[in-house]
């Protein structure tokens, strides 16, 4: 494999923003996989050299791991990148995702971000949440007024309806992120079919997620590759970033070979690939993200009281804290 | 808001003459029992109601088989169905995927020199597959069951987007139910599903002759991914059976984070316009709280109804309480299987 010292990604516009950033973007939540520290902060740097510019995290990840982390790593390069979080109100007050910025922004050691998100729009009721007085969208409204923030959106990977929903209560997002992969393609819940060509007619900065659908299950059962699935998502058009996790420096050598090479599939090429994935696609066998809680952190299944799942890292994480060591400092920060 | 503890009247001069006579025994559970009127089942049957268009009677309130399955012996298991039936429940819910045909089993040697007085439902699994092996899977109900009849005969779990097609695909599991309604081994046939109204209304779209449409009916679904607005009026205007189910919320959830008290709970459903509500009883004490509720059971007011469906609404909104349209914990092991999901171990919820 070649090490990616230096090298070229497409840039894209950022909607209707005066901003550009690279086709593919690097996942924060995987950052979290990494071994240690050092490795974690050799593969921001790797990945900045290499032309990623587009930096995912959130505030709820590995109870705040990533975010230091990736600051880390972007020491002395934040002017280089595109940096986003999420904050994690799941429905609660906007004061509570105010709060949280302050605690990503201190995590990252930076004083601003490109990019805030509102994470996780899944439960019906969430827009209904966000709008309402005292809800999340007045703390992204104050958030940009007082240049803590250059930019607004909100993720999500359940349901379209909710997105559109969301689009639909009026606020003026500048990027929403969703699930965009060949499988998504063809499910009777498609965020490629519903809500992408709702995003390109309002100017809003499309993010794709979950390019691998998640954990990558179709990968290892050989329905589709790595690199396909990644050419199909970033080949989507109107779409600006992909945001793929990233958990070593074989994947991040691996994406960044991809990318720097990147040529769009051809509309025939990616109507091949959404055939050979329409069979498995049609149950949502590998978009379990959309039909199950698998992917949905412990902080929105608590703030819309619904049951953990002992076997989440976040729940892992969060036992794992009550854990006294009998040490005053950690053994290693992070 | 209707009160935890309004008995009709003649349950309750029933219940305050027991409580007049036993002695007031403090730290003994048993006398306690005894003398608890919310533990007196009124004297009366649990009413008839038409199943849809089919000229036949069945009791307003069924048993659910999956629960009879986790009852801790055979004999209790017994002893619930027999309660039940003297209490007139004629309804019996089953499929042949529940504890592996234990729940089976268990109804067709309970029900012994009972077959014709009651009404033998179970489903059939074939989760995609075809024909062949749901008329495989009828014949094995009907041993466990011991009979040689079904009086309904429903495909099991509707609830991956895709079932539809796969159910009327070409020599699919419908074309079972015509065989098998045919060879005169099924009265009628039906479907069911806990997932998505959406689902649910596909099935309907094919114009099948369906008999009966069994689905999750609670407080919370009146105002979230609603069967009872969707697809309720839906069967009705086609004449075909409503059986609802999860009335609690499938472990009880409804009660537990304080929704609905359980009378209530079940009361609600079975004031729908529905020929059944099936209710899973694994104890006896589970069994005398739906007894209570069922026996001379009389309808809820429009009032009453539209107050729980408010005081639900909040609960009811993200879905927190009704997992089984949210998640995969009640998607049972052959579906995940053939529809290749993880396990419930790799994917509880």
């Known amino acids: 494999m070649p090490q990616s010292s230096s090298g070229t990604i497409p840039l894209r516009k950022f909607g209707r923003a005066d901003a550009k950033v690279s086709a593919l973007g690097f996942g924060g939540h995987h950052l979290g996989e990494a071994p240690d520290a050092k490795t974690a902060i050799e593969m921001i740097h790797q990945a900045v050299d290499g032309g990623i510019t587009f930096y995912d995290n959130c505030w709820e990840y590995r109870r705040g791991k990533t975010e230091v982390w990736m600051g880390a790593g972007l020491k002395g390069r934040r002017d280089k990148v595109f940096l986003m979080t999420k904050t994690c109100p799941h429905g609660r007050d906007g004061s509570l995702a105010l709060q949280m910025l302050e605690e990503s922004l201190h995590r990252y050691q930076t004083d601003h971000l490109d990019l805030w998100q509102v994470h996780g729009m899944g439960f019906d009721n969430d827009p209904e949440l966000f709008i309402r007085k005292d809800g999340a969208a007045e703390a992204l409204e104050r958030a940009k007024k007082d240049g803590k923030v250059r930019f607004v959106g909100f993720t999500g990977h359940k349901n379209p309806k909710v997105h559109l929903a969301m689009l639909n209560t009026g606020f003026p997002f500048d990027a929403v992120q969703m699930p965009l992969n060949a499988f998504d393609a063809t499910f009777t819940r498609s965020f490629e079919r519903d809500v992408l060509p709702e995003l390109t007619k309002r100017g809003i900065a499309v993010l794709g997620m979950k390019p691998l659908s998640g954990h990558g299950d179709a990968i290892k059962r050989g329905v589709i590759t790595a690199e396909e699935s990644l050419r199909y998502a970033m080949s989507l058009p109107g779409v600006t970033t992909t945001i793929t996790g990233i958990d070593s420096l074989n994947v991040l050598h691996q994406n960044l070979q991809i990318a720097q090479n990147f040529t769009p599939m051809t509309e025939s090429e990616m109507n091949a690939l959404r055939d050979r994935c329409k069979p498995d696609a049609a149950d949502g066998r590998y978009e379990v993200y959309k039909l199950s809680l698998r992917f949905d952190n412990p902080e929105a299944r608590l703030a819309h009281g619904f049951p953990l799942d002992t076997q989440q890292s976040e729940v892992k994480d969060m036992l794992g804290a009550q854990e006294n060591t009998g040490h005053p400092w950690p053994e290693k920060q992070f | ?349």
């Open chain 2, 1 to 349: 808001m209707i009160s935890k503890f309004e008995w009709n009247r003649r349950s309750f001069i029933k219940g305050a003459a027991v409580l007049g006579a036993a002695p007031l025994l403090p730290g003994g559970s048993m006398a306690q029992q005894q003398s608890d009127p919310s533990q007196q089942i009124p004297e009366g049957q649990v009413p008839k109601k038409p199943l849809g268009h089919t000229g036949v009677q069945v009791s307003a309130m069924g048993l659910g088989g999956y629960h009879l399955g986790s009852a801790e012996t055979d004999q209790a298991a017994m002893e619930i169905v027999a309660k039940a039936f003297d209490h007139g429940v004629t309804f019996f819910d089953n499929a042949w995927e529940y504890h592996d045909g234990l729940s089976e089993e268990r109804v067709g040697k309970a029900l012994k020199g009972k077959r014709d007085q009651a009404f033998v439902m179970t489903k059939v699994c074939t989760h995609g597959r075809d024909k062949k092996i749901a008329m495989r899977m009828l014949e094995e109900s009907l041993r466990r069951l011991q009979t040689d009849h079904l009086d309904l005969w429903q495909v099991h779990e509707v609830v991956y987007e895709n079932d539809p097609d796969l159910i009327f695909a070409p020599n699919g599991v419908a074309e079972a139910l015509v065989a098998a309604k045919q060879q005169g081994k099924v009265r009628f046939i039906g479907f069911t599903g806990h997932k998505d109204p959406e689902i649910h209304l596909r099935m309907l779209s094919h114009d099948f002759p369906f008999d009966t449409v069994q689905m999750p009916l609670n407080c919370c679904d009146a105002t979230f991914r609603s069967f009872e607005t969707q697809v309720l009026p839906e069967a009705t205007r086609r004449g075909i059976a409503a059986l609802g189910m999860k009335s609690l919320g499938g472990s009880g959830e409804l009660v537990r984070h304080g929704a609905v008290a359980p009378g209530e709970g079940l009361r609600y459903a079975m004031s729908l316009p529905v020929a059944t509500t099936i209710s899973g009883v694994d104890t006896m004490q589970v069994l005398d709280q739906n007894l209570k509720v069922a026996v001379n059971f009389e309808p809820l007011a429009a009032a009453e109804m539209q107050a729980l469906r408010n005081q639900c609404r909040f609960l009811a909104s993200d879905g927190r309480l009704e997992l089984f349209k949210m998640t995969t914990k009640y998607d049972g092991k052959v579906g995940r299987e053939q529809h290749h999901f993880p396990t419930t171990e790799e994917l509880p919820i």
